[in-house]
């Protein structure tokens, strides 16, 4: 994958530890910003699932009721 400059605003404090944490890992700090946005967006998506399966679990009655419960499944298919 192709790479591409950012270039961010920090205050002093934040950039320094964002040193020492690259640092204590061994990675450089362009690596440990691009695994925290990587591991932001997996906890996003993982939020989304969650989110979607909690609405899903609150409102089955009133689908089921507006549009009938979903068929069986036909036997030997499960």
């Known amino acids: 994958m192709a790479k591409t400059q950012l270039n961010v605003r920090v205050e002093e404090a934040t950039a320094e530890t964002a040193r020492e944490r690259a640092s204590q ?5 362009n690596r440990y ?13 993982r939020a989304f699932v969650q ?4 609405f899903m679990r609150r409102y089955e009655a009133v689908f089921d ?7 069986q ?3 030997g298919t499960r």
Do not use: K, Y
């Open 33 to 45: 910003i691009e695994e925290l946005v990587q591991q932001d967006e997996g906890e996003n998506g």
């Open 73 to 75: 499944p036909a036997e």
């Open 25 to 29: 890992r061994g990675i450089s700090v």
């Open 51 to 54: 989110a979607a399966a909690d």
């Open 65 to 71: 009721e507006e549009f009938g419960t979903p068929a």
